[in-house]
Each structure stands twice: as C-alpha cells, then as structure tokens.
C-alpha cells in the first residue's frame, strides 16, 4: 500500500479542517460521538460498580482489600472496556466519513462495527488485545528505566490511598529519560491504533497489515503527525480551563435553584465537551489517514466558486 508523503504544514491543515467536522450533519456527528462516550461510561460505571462493592464488602468485614482480588475483578473488566474502545472509535469514524461524503447516516451508526455481517467489530475488537500488549510492553520499558522499586513503592501508595491514608509519592530514576520513554512510546501506541483503525475499516487490511501501514505512516509523516498533536493538545489544555470554568459558573448557577439542577448543567457540559474533543481526535485521525491512504469511498471534490465574501 502506497504512503504519500506530506509536509510537517499538513499538521496544521488537519487541525484546521477537524474543527469544521460534523457542520454538514452535527446531529448524526455529534450524536453518535454522545453515544459512544455514553455505552463507555456505562461499561466504566459497571467496574466502578463492582470495585466498590468489593471494597465495601472487606470494609465490613475489617480487612483491608486485597490487591490480589481487586486485580482480578479489574483485569478482565478492563480488558472488556479496552475491547470496545477501538470498535466504537471506528463507529465514530465510519459516521464522520458518511457525514463527511454527503451520504445518509444516523448518531446510532456508531454501533454499525458491532452490526456488520463481515465481523468488522470482532476484527477491530483485537486491536483492543494490541493495545494491552503495548501497554505491557510499556509497563517492562517503565520498570526498565524507572527502577522497579518505583513500581512497588506506586503501588503501595495506591493501597493506601484505597484506605484513606495520606500516601507518600514514590519518585523515579531517571526522571528525564522516564519522560523522553513515555513521549516516544506513547507517540507509536496512538499513531498504530488511530491508524490502524481506519485501514482495517475502510481499506480492507487485516490486523497484521494494518499494525504494518500505521507503523510506516507514523514514520514516514512524524512531521505532520507530531504538529497536529502538538496542536490539539494545546487547545485541548487551553479548552479544558475554559469549560471547567464554564461548568463551576452553571453550577453556582443551577444550584441556586436546586442543587440536582447544578449537577445536571455540569455534566451536560461535560459530556458536550467530550464529545467535542472525541469528534476533533476521531476525525482528525480520520483525516489524516486519507491523505495518507487515499480514499475511494469519497465522491470527488468539486471546486467551490464563492461570490462576494465568506465568512
């Protein structure tokens, strides 16, 4: 599969255009973004569920919660949600590329991975057994460079904390080339997957070929790719202040009516925020992958004569 090669300039285009996605079917877009976050929390919500209830039953009971227990009911829970994640976000990219070609298309399309005959949810579903290899992978790096004390004394601190205490924040070695490991690993994990997503939906790659191409493309363009992260960072960093103000003004707001009121207006304009952030990430990766790979499912462009001034 050929990779064109593009201009570190072509970060900030895709910046740029994914701020305009979802405006020709923001219902559809923004929707099916809403849902996606939604079946997530529910799945999260479930193992938060389950985790108290453990703890709340050793609390009874005046033992302290076991790490080893807690690990087992965590494990496969999260491996669970780490499963759908990758389905879901090619939900979401399948709606921004109907959305995005003019074609009809619904907010509950996000689920159509899971629907299709062809077992497209099944085969993107792996791609959530990929990230936890990667994420072991990254634990063994982490160890390596920060010394495995580091780890156990973290994780001590975690238990504490589970039982109230005040713990005491273990430091690493090597702090400096911790940080140099976690950007360089971090930058290849999303690249493969944000890849690899579209290629296994859309260009018809099997697992193996698709890790491949996201492998090529994340090296080929790490120009565009790092500027369009760097980008969407920093407006994420930028944005997030902004709505965290934004929701503690609705709450003193709603409160003063009722104070369910306050909490709802929070949480409504934190799930419109996400969705937000979720819509620039997914389509940008969008995006980029099809001016990486081309795409033969969009109708040709036509060039647009505007008379007068736009806006």
């Known amino acids: 599969m050929d990779i064109r090669r593009l201009p570190a300039s072509q970060g900030l285009v895709w910046f740029r255009q994914a701020i305009d996605l979802g405006a020709k079917n923001p219902r559809a877009v923004f929707g099916a973004a809403a849902l996606a976050i939604i079946a997530l929390y529910a799945a999260v919500l479930a193992f938060a569920l389950l985790v108290g209830m453990l703890l709340a039953g050793s609390k009874a009971a005046g033992q302290p ?31 921004i ?30 791609l959530g057994l990929v990230q936890v290899a990667l994420a072991v992978v990254g634990g063994v790096l982490m160890v390596a460079v920060a010394g495995s004390d580091y780890w ?7 238990q504490a904390a589970m039982q109230g205490a005040a713990p005491a924040v273990p430091q690493p070695q090597n702090a ?60 994420l960093l930028l944005a997030a202040v902004v709505v965290a103000l934004l929701a ?18 929070t949480m409504l304009t934190m799930l419109g925020f996400a969705g937000v952030v979720l819509v620039l990430v997914v389509g940008a990766a969008y995006l980029a992958w099809r001016d990486t790979f081309g795409d033969a499912g969009m109708p040709p462009s036509v060039p647009m004569q505007v008379h007068g001034f736009e806006a």
């Open 152 to 158: 156990r004394d973290y994780l001590e601190a975690m």
């Open 97 to 126: 590329r109907e959305a995005e070609a003019g074609r009809a298309v619904r907010a509950r399309d996000v689920f159509v991975p899971l629907r299709s005959g062809r077992g497209r949810g099944r085969q993107l579903a792996w």
């Open 176 to 235: 400096g080339l911790l940080f140099l490991v976690q950007l360089v690993f971090n930058y290849f994990s999303y690249a493969l997957m944000l890849f690899a997503i579209p290629l296994m939906l859309f260009s018809g790659n099997g697992l193996v070929e698709a890790l491949r191409n996201a492998l090529r493309a994340s090296v080929s363009n790490i120009g565009a790719n790092l500027v369009a992260g760097v980008l969407f960072v920093g407006a």
């Open 248 to 265: 503690s003004l609705l709450a003193v707001l709603g409160s003063a009516i009722h104070p369910a009121l306050g909490a709802l207006l």
């Open 65 to 95: 919660p076991g790490i080893g227990l807690l690990m087992a009911v965590a494990l496969p829970l999260t491996l669970a949600v780490m499963l759908l994640v990758p389905v879901l976000l090619g939900g979401l990219m399948h709606v």
